[in-house]
């Protein structure tokens, strides 16, 4: 396998996120996030690590922006901290420190040839909008329209691609529902409402997109998982397309036109979202590519007295697996891609996410082995090369991450960069799997 098997228009990237490698939180008029709020409260991140200083690449873009570069990369995802850009206690005006701070970011990745693209919605909520209910309340919808026009108006003339929502599952159920990422609560109800207004958000920003940013692509990035029946139950089939419903569907059918999955509104009964006239029209507002966030599979089984779904998740036995205990599946993101572009003719796709997080040890030379993260990476590679093949309408592939950082509640316990950051003196080295990455792309 090589660079030139693929099409040469392809994107080849890294991805990162704002809470999770800038730190600075206390700098340039950023205002408080609910992830400065959830890691700072005792038990909600392991030894009680925060994003205070994470990778410190609030005052390091430009060595993180040169060894991107020097990977070989076109194109570079990034986030915006919304906090940075509006301090809601002090005033309903853009921070103009903050939109500088993501100009020079900007300016920076021109200049070393990345294209960026840029993620409204990367979790960092500001506490300020939580306090009033957060995504469960509508008019956090409206301040995040705001909040979009703010950020193309100042960067549109530069940045072409947009995402708007990183991973709404995890935002509306791992915060909402489970509680074991901000803003940590435990309401099933409060969470699907989230995933609503996570949604509306998106349809209701992309006109506002195409008006400040001429010639923008759109799309969202979606946390999507290929599943399979633990038996060929009855049962359990019926379970695996219940968890397809709420993991999958409950997200894809909207964007696509389709509204909510009927049998999956069935069953959450009282617990559904209140859905507007309208809402369902401006939801599917059409985008110009999906963006898949590719982990692992999972395989579903019928639990009875297991909640609303009536279902659980089965770790297999004798698998491959991350430092993070998930499934090593390559062939699950052409099953799952394959299934995407069978159901819902996606015009482009874009691996937004694809990576893994081992026990990085760093032997006395300063060098870093990581054997298990480039087998990972070539086989993931080689599964998008197969569906490029296969003439699925498949276009970049981004790396997760660029660099070691904050992993939300793990803190950072969890290593996914092809880049190791030392925590302690920020200083950066490459990895193997970096180094493979980079003479890939440098058809070495």
């Not at 399979?228 to 894809?252: C, I, K, Q």
């Not at 893994?356 to 990581?370: C, E, F, K, Q, R």
């Not at 296969?390 to 880049?419: C, H, I, M, Q």
Request: proline share 5%; aromatic share 12%.
């Amino acid at each position: 396998m090589q660079r030139s098997d693929f099409p040469k228009d392809f994107r080849w990237g890294c991805s990162t996120s704002s809470y999770q490698i800038e730190g600075g939180i206390h700098e340039g008029g950023r205002s408080e996030s609910i992830w400065d709020r959830f890691a700072n409260t005792p038990g909600c991140v392991k030894e009680g690590h925060t994003g205070e200083v994470a990778c410190d690449h609030y005052h390091r873009w430009p060595e993180d922006f040169d060894i991107a570069k020097q990977l070989g990369v076109n194109a570079y995802r990034f986030s915006i901290a919304w906090p940075r850009i509006f301090d809601y206690s002090k005033s309903s005006s853009p921070n103009v420190a903050g939109l500088d701070f993501y100009d020079r970011l900007v300016d920076g990745m021109l200049a070393r040839g990345l294209e960026p693209w840029a993620t409204l919605y990367h979790w960092d909520l500001p506490q300020h909008l939580q306090d009033q209910g957060g995504w469960a309340n509508r008019t956090t919808v409206e301040a995040f329209v705001n909040y979009t026009d703010a950020i193309t108006r100042r960067l549109g003339d530069r940045i072409q691609h947009w995402i708007t929502h990183n991973e709404p599952w995890c935002t509306a159920f791992l915060g909402n529902k489970e509680g074991c990422h901000a803003p940590g609560l435990k309401d099933f109800k409060v969470a699907l409402q989230v995933s609503h207004h996570l949604l509306l958000s998106h349809g209701l920003a992309i006109p506002v997109i195409r008006q400040n940013s001429p010639n923008a692509k759109v799309g969202a990035a979606l946390s999507l998982h290929p599943l399979s029946p633990a038996s060929a139950s009855a049962e359990d089939l019926a379970a695996t397309l219940r968890h397809d419903g709420l993991r999958n569907r409950w997200f894809l059918d909207p964007l696509y036109g389709r509204g909510y999955p009927q049998d999956i509104v069935k069953v959450l009964g009282n617990l559904a979202p209140t859905v507007l006239e309208g809402d369902l029209k401006a939801i599917a507002e059409p985008t110009d590519f999906l963006g898949v966030n590719y982990y692992f599979p999972e395989i579903v089984a019928h639990a009875p007295g297991q909640g609303v779904m009536q279902l659980t998740v089965v770790e297999p036995e004798h698998v491959e697996r991350t430092g993070f205990n998930w499934q090593v599946a390559p062939d699950g993101l052409v099953r799952l891609l394959s299934r995407v572009v069978k159901d819902y003719a996606p015009a482009h796709i874009f691996i937004t996410e694809n990576g893994s997080t081992y026990d990085d040890v760093v032997l006395a030379d300063g060098s870093i082995h990581d054997s298990q993260r480039t087998s990972f990476l070539q086989r993931h590679l080689a599964a998008v090369l197969e569906t490029v093949k296969s003439d699925l309408p498949v276009r970049g592939y981004f790396a997760w991450s660029l660099l070691d950082n904050f992993e939300w509640a793990e803190g950072y316990l969890k290593r996914f960069g092809l880049t190791h950051v030392d925590f302690q003196t920020q200083k950066r080295r490459l990895k193997a799997s970096g180094e493979w990455y980079r003479d890939f792309l440098q058809g070495k």
